[in-house]
């Protein structure tokens, strides 16, 4: 981090900044002579210019505090102030001021802001007033209106503008924070239904088909296993995701559940529930994890549709580079099938995937053509 970043991000280094700057600027100032600039008379004639830098430098010392303790350090400036108006005036000391003033409008209490206001507004007023009866002249009374104005109300009036802009930026950064925590819910929604509804409709079809048929010990038992290992596949997807919920180490796409080396797993799990899969795939190594994670997920509900809607059919997967894309289609052939319960068809799935693919930049169809139906998705080969 560079010493311009540290400044920014740093209220101690701001705070040394001010009075150090404030006091070399002054001291160059009274050098050139830049004192009684009031036409005021002077209590202590005859001194040298030397004597501006006392009052620069203990209204210096005052802007130390102004962060933690504004209207006292505007106190110890005002004493400064009237120190300096004795020896005649500095434009170095209202230098000083206005600082002192944008601190209080910055950091000081509402309560001690409107009283500083109405304080300038009376004394803006007042001097004007005065002013222009002194002299007999209107256009006197609104020079010194002017110059006041610019002098002790333009620092409150900064301040509080940006006191504004800080408040709009902080309901912006909490609208976000919303908006993040939706979006985060939406997906977590989303990979709920990735995980867990193709293993549960896996484990009902399996179920239903033994409920259906004669009792045979066998087949019983084998549809026991198969529902026993989509029970557990589900729960160890189920703890990946979990885990992945609760890392806190900023390397989550590291630990997403599910990827290119799994889809033997999902061919296998579709073979043994009466599917014949023919598979296809081309060099894809060394695309993105997140890349990998939504492939896995379309070839899986792709799967599970194709064994709840066309058990025992025909099945032709493929997956392979084309160019920058990753194109995936997976088609199979059309048997009757009456799902013996609603829920085995939510409607979910295609939706679910189609979002996961627009959501890296690729885009998913499912079409019917004559007795075979394919799911196809292109996605980019790198992804943000």
């Known amino acids: 981090m560079n010493v311009r970043e540290r400044w920014r991000h740093s209220t101690r280094m701001q705070d040394l900044t001010s009075p150090i700057a404030n006091f070399g600027i002054g001291l160059v100032l009274n050098a050139v002579g830049l004192t009684d600039v009031w036409d005021i008379p002077e209590l202590l004639p005859g001194r040298s210019d030397w004597w501006h830098n006392l009052p620069l430098a203990a209204g210096c010392l005052a802007l130390l505090a102004r962060r933690r303790h504004p209207m006292l350090a505007l106190g110890a400036g005002i004493a400064a102030l009237l120190a300096d108006l004795a020896l005649g005036g500095s434009v170095a000391f209202i230098l000083v001021l206005f600082d002192l003033l944008f601190s209080v409008g910055r950091f000081a209490s509402a309560r001690a802001r409107a009283t500083v206001t109405a304080g300038v507004f ?190 025992g059919s025909e099945v032709s997967l493929d997956v392979r580079p084309a160019g920058d894309r990753i194109t995936v289609t997976v088609t199979n052939t059309l048997t009757r099938s009456d799902l013996d319960h609603p829920a085995l068809s939510a409607g979910t799935g295609l939706w679910s995937i189609r979002e996961r693919a627009a959501l890296l930049g690729g885009e998913l169809t499912a079409t019917r053509d004559d007795d075979r139906w394919t799911v196809h998705a292109s996605l980019p080969a790198s992804a943000a």
């Open 122 to 311: 009376v004394l803006i007023g007042t001097a004007s007033v005065v002013g222009g009866l002194a002299v007999g002249e209107v256009r006197v009374a609104v020079f010194i209106c002017l110059q006041l104005t610019s002098l002790l109300f333009v620092p409150l009036w900064w301040a509080a503008n940006l006191r504004q802009q800080h408040r709009l930026g902080a309901l912006d950064a909490e609208r976000t924070a919303r908006e993040a925590v939706a979006a985060e819910r939406t997906a977590m929604a989303r990979d709920l239904h990735d995980v867990i509804a193709a293993h549960l409709a896996t484990t009902a079809m399996h179920s239903g088909a033994a409920l259906a048929m004669p009792a045979d010990e066998n087949r019983d038992r084998a549809a026991l296993r198969a529902v026993r290992t989509s029970s557990l596949a589900a729960l160890e997807e189920m703890r990946s995701m979990i885990l992945l919920l609760r890392d806190d180490t900023g390397r989550k796409e590291a630990a997403l559940p599910g990827g290119l080396d799994r889809l033997p797993d999902l061919v296998a799990a579709a073979t043994a529930g009466g599917l014949r899969v023919r598979v296809r795939t081309g060099d894809v190594s060394g695309i993105p994890v997140v890349v990998a994670h939504t492939v896995y997920g379309i070839v899986r509900e792709a799967l599970t549709n194709a064994g709840k809607h066309a058990p």
